[in-house]
Each structure stands twice: as structure tokens, then as C-alpha cells.
């Protein structure tokens, strides 16, 4: 339970998965936690990462500002910071909006399949659904370029807590990188292995055990904060929607009908903290953002209008409290 004797709340970020769109409506979430709560992202006691939020965590927890972030989002040049000088073309650096032809040689994991068939009650549908799909054969070298070039050599982060969600892709469990009860990695590499998309990017190898997103586990995995000692969460998730809009398109319903189970998922780990007694505040994309993505999130073409859609309508939120975007809990 929280020490509620503190002077000063112990807080947590949960950073979710949500590809490039994701991402850029991440930093426009984090500036308004910044702006309308007081909170400096860089200062809460525990980051969690997964998938994009993995990258945003990396950076986060190098010291990156939220506002070098916003203005690296935007293309405007950074003087000061770890990502000083650090030239990043974001609609290309993970290889575009459609995924390259994957590696046609049966199911990505047969030992995944396997353990589904044992544990399978136990997992996650899409746990089980990413040991089907074909191995990717996208590069996630540039994201791991990256965080090699904001962390200091031989260091797992500058961040004393930093963790970095993936899934082990033989045995089906979540791995979380960073803990003390996690396999050792290079944080470049962990990043990789959280990013790895099933069917669309390599699966990361670290130790001769193979990793994929952590997002094939959860988009959130804000649970892993349940015994870490904290009266604060705050859930910044791309995937997760407490409103939606109205798409034409199938494929875009699909991924909003996707989204309402992400939805529900972060929701059962929400009452898992709340009953550690938690506070917990959920920002997760609204009507106008969702207009904004579309039904791709790895779809560059649309970041800038999502990351300043973002800007206006997280501030919104939490100033409003109570909106349908926003879960103030515990």
C-alpha cells in the first residue's frame, strides 16, 4: 500500500504502444501532464515502456525534454539536451507505413504455439494470435541507433527506473526489461525487442532468447506497477479510447473494434492498482485525435496534424477532468 505519510507522492508513467501516431500523440499528452498537472515526465519515480512508449521512455528517461521532443516531432532543430544535433526522419526510420513482405516460412513461433496450446487460457489472445503470424522482416536498427545515441555508453539508462515491456516470443511470457528479475539487455536492444511488431518487424534476439512487442501482451502493462510502491499512476495510451468517432472505412472500424479491447484490457490493470490503492488518470485519444490517425498509426503521412491535435485536446482533458478521454480513478 502507498505510505500516505509522504510529503511527496511517489508517481508512476505508463507509457503505452500505439506506432508512429502513437507516438507523436504521446509527446502531445506528456506537454499537458507537464503544463496542466505540474509534473515534469523526467520525475517520475518508475517509467514503463511498451512498443513506441518504450522509445518515448528511453528518451524521457535520458534526460530528453518534453519540449525538444514536441519540436523534434516538428523538425525544428535542438540545441541543448541528449538529442542535440540528432537528425531523425521519422517517416521513414521504421520502414514506412506498410509493412516489408514477411519471411514465408510457416508460423513466426512454433514453440509459442506450443506453449499456447498448454497455457493458452493463460495468455492473451493476441499473445497466442503473434505465434501464427509470419516472422517480419522489418529493421529496427535506427530506433536502437537512437537510444545508443542518447544513453551513455555501457549504462542500462540515466533513469534509475526504467522499464521496458516486451514478450518472450517461445515461452509467451512478458519480460520486463530493467527490473531486477529480468534477463540482462542492453537498453538499445530491449527497446528493439518492444518495437518488434509481429508480422511486421524481426523478432530481437538477447541472450539466445527471442523478443517481440511487448504489445503482443498488452498495449499498457500499467499492472507492473501494482507492487511498486506508488501513490500515482498516470497512463498515457495511445491504443486505449473512452470515446470514438464515426469512420467509413472497414478496416478503420476494425481497428477502433481492436482498440475497445486494448480499452477493456487497460481497464482490468487500472483496477489492479486502483485496489493496491492507487490513483490512477488514464489519457488515451479522443473523438478529434482518432479523426486525426485514422485507421493506420504507422502512417507518418498524418503525425504532425495527430501530435498538434494532441497538443490542444490533452490539455483539454485534463483540465476538464471528467471528459470521456480522461479516468481520474482510486
Known amino acids: 500500500m502507498p505510505d500516505l505519510t509522504r510529503s511527496t507522492p511517489r508517481r508512476g508513467l505508463v507509457l503505452g504502444g500505439g506506432g508512429v501516431l502513437g507516438g507523436a500523440w504521446a509527446v502531445g499528452a506528456l506537454q499537458a501532464i507537464e503544463e496542466v498537472r505540474g509534473i515534469d515526465p523526467r520525475e517520475f519515480d518508475v517509467i514503463v515502456g511498451t512498443s513506441a512508449g518504450s522509445v518515448l521512455g528511453a528518451l ?5 525534454s518534453i519540449e525538444s521532443l514536441r519540436d523534434h516531432q516538428r523538425g525544428e532543430p535542438i540545441t541543448e539536451g541528449p538529442l542535440a544535433g540528432y537528425l531523425w526522419d521519422y517517416e521513414t526510420a521504421t520502414g ?3 509493412p516489408s513482405m514477411p519471411r514465408l516460412r510457416g508460423p513466426g513461433s512454433v514453440r509459442l504455439m506450443a506453449s499456447s496450446l498448454r497455457h493458452g487460457l493463460k495468455m492473451p489472445p493476441t499473445a497466442v494470435l503473434s505465434a501464427f503470424m509470419p516472422v517480419g522482416n522489418g529493421s529496427l536498427e535506427r530506433v536502437g541507433h537512437l537510444i545508443d545515441a542518447i544513453t551513455p555508453f555501457g549504462e542500462w539508462s540515466p533513469h534509475p527506473a526504467l522499464w521496458v515491456v516486451a514478450m518472450d516470443y517461445e515461452a509467451g ?4 526489461f530493467g527490473r531486477e528479475d529480468a534477463p540482462s ?3 538499445a536492444d530491449a527497446v528493439m525487442a518492444s518495437c518488434a511488431i509481429p508480422g ?9 532468447r527471442t523478443y517481440i512487442d511487448g504489445g503482443a501482451w498488452s498495449a499498457t502493462s500499467a499492472d507492473v506497477l501494482a507492487g511498486a510502491d506508488l501513490d500515482e499512476v498516470y497512463v ?3 491504443m486505449v479510447s473512452f470515446e470514438t468517432d464515426k469512420p467509413e472505412s472497414i478496416l478503420t472500424r476494425l481497428e477502433r473494434r481492436w482498440r475497445e479491447s486494448v480499452t477493456r484490457r487497460c481497464e482490468s490493470e ?9 490513483r490512477v488518470t488514464v489519457l488515451g485519444p479522443g473523438r478529434e485525435d482518432l479523426e486525426a490517425m ?22 483539454s482533458a485534463l483540465e476538464q477532468g471528467g471528459s470521456g478521454r480522461l479516468a481520474d480513478t482510486g
Open 60 to 64: 524521457v528517461g535520458a534526460g530528453v
Open 96 to 98: 514506412g507505413r506498410r
Open 173 to 176: 511470457h512478458r519480460v520486463v
Open 185 to 187: 539487455a542492453s537498453l
Open 200 to 208: 511486421w518487424f524481426e523478432p530481437v534476439t538477447i541472450d539466445q
Open 236 to 238: 498515457v495510451a495511445p
Open 270 to 278: 487500472v483496477e489492479e492498482l486502483r485496489g493496491a490503492g492507487i
Open 294 to 315: 485514422g485507421g493506420n498509426i504507422m502512417d507518418g503521412r498524418r503525425r504532425l496534424e495527430v501530435l498538434e491535435t494532441s497538443l490542444r485536446t490533452s490539455r
